[in-house]
T-cell receptor, first 113, second 118 residues
Framework: KQEVTQIPAALSVPEGENLVLNCSFT??????LQWFRQDPGKGLTSLLL?????REQTSGRLNASLDKSSGRSTLYIAASQPGDSATYLC????????????FGRGTSLIVHP | GAGVSQSPRYKVAKRGQDVALRCDPI?????LFWYQQALGQGPEFLTY????????KSGLPSDRFFAERPEGSVSTLKIQRTQQEDSAVYLC????????????????FGSGTQLSVL
């Protein structure tokens, strides 16, 4: 069974810092990996999706990388802003039978002015 | 519709009551997922529909949980004889393609229904 771990569980940083959020998974037979943002009391918003054949995806100040063989993905946030404060979740879609996305517990990020 | 819509937004139930949670996916989306999210946890998979077919219900925690999508659009998650451990946020997500999930389509989530069982 796929297990997804996100480190750190929580992070508090001053505005302007560059951040790295980590996601690791136990089964490297994946179809894709997706990063989401969740604001308090809200649903999830998709940020980036990396297919298994890709190494990274970029959108604005966000860059996500994927190293399938080592079971790792990182989400890099450049020049963080208070509006980036949210919980960030990664979801791994396996390719070994079940194509259901499995989520980590998320990293709770606070960016203070 | 513009996005995935879920109702009610909040539901308080007395232990033992039955509840029904509704999900209205993005128009034309083939795939529909239900997830359960406990406080401070990531979403846990409950069930998956491709059109009206329920292809995977392996995540439903007990036979008190039942989901349907009779016309391949709106879906309802029903919980019978609610228990306190059912208290959670229930999230619905949809995506454009089906193929049993073998796609690289993004998932779009609703805002969820927060269920509190007293």
């Amino acid at each position: 069974k796929q297990e997804v771990t996100q480190i750190p569980a929580a992070l508090s940083v001053p505005e302007g810092e560059n951040l790295v959020l980590n996601c690791s998974f136990t089964d490297s037979a994946i179809y894709n990996l997706q990063w989401f943002r969740q604001d308090p009391g809200k649903g999830l918003t998709s940020l980036l999706l990396i297919q298994s054949s890709q190494r990274e995806q970029t959108s604005g100040r966000l860059n996500a990388s994927l190293d399938k063989s080592s079971g790792r993905s990182t989400l890099y946030i450049a020049a963080s802003q208070p509006g980036d404060s949210a919980t960030y979740l990664c979801a791994v879609k396996g390719s070994g039978g079940s194509y259901i996305p499995t989520f980590g517990r998320g990293t709770s990020l606070i960016v203070h002015p | 519709g513009a996005g995935v819509s879920q109702s009610p937004r909040y539901k308080v139930a007395k232990r033992g009551q039955d509840v029904a949670l509704r999900c209205d996916p993005i128009s034309g989306h083939v795939s529909l997922f239900w997830y359960q999210q406990a406080l401070g946890q990531g979403p846990e998979f409950l069930t998956y529909f491709q059109n009206e077919a329920q292809l995977d219900k392996s995540g439903l925690p007990s036979d008190r949980f039942f989901a349907e999508r009779p016309e391949g659009s709106v879906s309802t998650l029903k919980i019978q004889r609610t228990q306190q451990e059912d208290s959670a946020v229930y999230l619905c997500a949809s995506s454009a393609a089906g193929s049993g999930g073998k796609t690289n389509e993004k998932l779009f989530f609703g805002s969820g229904t927060q269920l509190s069982v007293l």
